[in-house]
T-cell receptor, first 117, second 116 residues
Framework: AQKITQTQPGMFVQEKEAVTLDCTYD???????LFWYKQPSSGEMIFLIY??????QNATEGRYSLNFQKARKSANLVISASQLGDSAMYFC??????????????FGQGTELSVKP | ETGVTQTPRHLVMGMTNKKSLKCEQH?????MYWYKQSAKKPLELMFV???????ENNSVPSRFSPECPNSSHLFLHLHTLQPEDSALYLC???????????????FGQGTRLTVV
């Protein structure tokens, strides 16, 4: 069963506008972490933002914010004031399980964001 | 050097060759990972090493053989690969601290492998 689902294979946004990238997840754990990564064409995965399952406030990091809706099991990424350099693949990921159990990250299929000038 | 370094960045190999991918992390982390990223597919977790011990092998074919000699180095030994093994191979590391879930994984830039 798919643990992380990103339903938008590709998205377009006008420069300086905001965009929301969708992510839903599936877990039976009470404690888990949700992450967003950016992957430019160079291939490197760049960490953007983290949300813990027990965090009551939505995470924010500069122009990135995470719209966390626990009951709906969604963790959408919002990018405000889009810039041309934001064009990249964006991946949602989840870490579940407590303790030193490998701490593996499971990734979604990704969304390719294109920012138009 | 800082972060996670992978070598080589690009590799072309024949199906009968033997090669190795190398990953080195300078972050003092205790867990390292190999991921495979094929075109149009999500990242697939291959192997997890926790304190140099392999804790996960995600049904990876035996033609991929990982090695973790110490907590800073991770290798992926390749032999008799198939063309469908062509992909971007990403190494990552993180610091696992028990109950805390917020330790992100830091990734290298990957090795783009082409099997001919």
């Amino acid at each position: 069963a798919q643990k992380i689902t990103q339903t938008q294979p590709g998205m377009f946004v006008q420069e300086k506008e905001a965009v929301t990238l969708d992510c839903t997840y599936d877990t039976s754990d009470q404690s888990y972490g949700l992450f967003w990564y950016k992957q430019p064409s160079s291939g490197e995965m760049i960490f953007l933002i983290y949300q813990g399952s027990y965090d009551e406030q939505n995470a924010t990091e500069g122009r990135y914010s995470l719209n966390f809706q626990k009951a709906r099991k969604s963790a959408n990424l919002v990018i405000s004031a889009s810039q041309l350099g934001d064009s990249a693949m964006y991946f949602c990921a989840m870490r579940e399980g407590l303790g030193n159990q490998g701490g593996k990250l499971i990734f979604g299929q990704g969304t390719e964001l294109s920012v138009k000038p | 050097e800082t972060g996670v370094t992978q070598t080589p960045r690009h590799l072309v190999m024949g199906m009968t060759n033997k090669k190795s991918l190398k990953c080195e992390q300078h972050l003092g982390h205790n867990a390292m990972y190999w991921y495979k990223q094929s075109a149009k597919k999500p990242l697939e977790l291959m192997f997890v090493y926790n304190f140099k011990e392999q804790t996960e092998n995600n049904s990876v074919p035996s033609r991929f053989s990982p090695e973790c000699p110490n907590s800073s180095h991770l290798f992926l030994h390749l032999h008799t690969l198939q063309p469908e093994d062509s992909a971007l191979y990403l190494c990552a590391s993180s610091q696992l601290t028990g109950r805390l879930m917020n330790t992100e994984a830091f990734f290298g830039q990957g090795t783009r492998l082409t099997v001919v």
